[in-house]
């Protein structure tokens, strides 16, 4: 008789991947699945501290190389001389356009040449130029928060991709031994259509 004089959240609860080594009905198969999912789960959480760790390894060459980068270059206030035209709609994201500034490079010489700008942006108005060693006119470089955030984002991006791989390879270990369980069940049931052996586990 079932005993229901226990609540069933009183009663062990099993984890999923390891309830198969106690039902009597699984198969060789069934045990192989769940080893391969708690294999693969082991796997993928064991990944995320391996590349937090590499992350961190590479974090003091990036910092450098960040650093050598800014200390070429210099940051100066100009003057836009050219506008740029406004966005189609209000609606509309800003666009960038080409536009004339001006400014004082290292030497004191007052200097003109093309920027980048959004659009709308107005004749006389300010933007920051960063300039090399030369004079010229460079990209801004980027910072180091910048540079910890795409290093974040593309371990945890690494980790996520990891995980997609590792749930391919359990799709196809399904597969094949849903492969097998077919032909086992097929063979068996050919015996008892035949007369022979009851089917067991």
Same mark, same amino acid.
């Given at each position: 008789?079932?005993?229901?004089s226990r609540?069933?959240?009183?009663?062990?609860?099993?984890?999923?991947?390891?309830?198969?080594?106690?039902?009597?009905?699984?198969?060789?198969?069934?045990?192989?699945?769940?080893?391969?999912?708690?294999?693969?789960?082991?796997?993928?959480?064991?990944a995320?501290?391996?590349?937090?760790?590499?992350?961190?390894a590479a974090?003091?060459?990036?910092?450098?190389?960040i650093?050598?980068?800014?200390?070429?270059?210099? #940051?100066? !206030?100009?003057?836009? +001389?050219?506008?740029?035209?406004? &966005?189609? %709609?209000?609606?509309?994201m800003? /666009?960038d356009? $080409?536009?004339?500034?001006?400014?004082?490079?290292?030497?004191?010489?007052?200097?003109?040449?093309?920027?980048?700008?959004?659009?709308?942006?107005?004749?006389?108005?300010?933007?920051?130029v960063?300039? #090399?060693? !030369?004079?010229?006119? +460079?990209?801004?470089?980027?910072? &180091?928060? %910048?540079?910890?955030v795409?290093? /974040?984002?593309? $371990?945890f991006?690494?980790w996520?991709?990891?995980?997609?791989?590792?749930?391919?390879?359990?799709?196809?270990g399904?597969?094949?031994?849903?492969r097998?369980r077919?032909?086992?069940?097929?063979q068996?049931?050919?015996?008892?259509?035949?007369?022979?052996?009851?089917?067991? &586990?």
């Amino acid at each position: 008789m079932l005993d229901t004089s226990r609540s069933p959240l009183s009663m062990p609860r099993i984890p999923v991947g390891l309830r198969v080594w106690r039902n009597p009905l699984a198969r060789p198969g069934d045990r192989c699945e769940s080893l391969l999912v708690l294999f693969l789960v082991a796997l993928w959480a064991l990944a995320a501290p391996i590349i937090a760790v590499a992350g961190s390894a590479a974090w003091p060459g990036i910092s450098e190389r960040i650093e050598h980068d800014r200390s070429g270059v210099v #940051a100066v !206030d100009a003057v836009l +001389v050219t506008g740029t035209p406004p &966005p189609p %709609t209000r609606m509309s994201m800003p /666009v960038d356009h $080409a536009a004339v500034a001006q400014w004082t490079d290292r030497s004191g010489a007052t200097v003109q040449g093309p920027v980048t700008v959004p659009s709308g942006s107005m004749a006389g108005g300010p933007v920051q130029v960063w300039l #090399a060693q !030369d004079g010229s006119v +460079v990209p801004q470089p980027m910072t &180091p928060t %910048t540079a910890c955030v795409l290093l /974040v984002v593309s $371990a945890f991006v690494a980790w996520l991709v990891l995980g997609g791989l590792l749930a391919g390879v359990l799709s196809l270990g399904r597969r094949a031994l849903d492969r097998g369980r077919y032909r086992q069940w097929a063979q068996e049931w050919a015996l008892v259509n035949a007369g022979g052996r009851p089917w067991t &586990p």
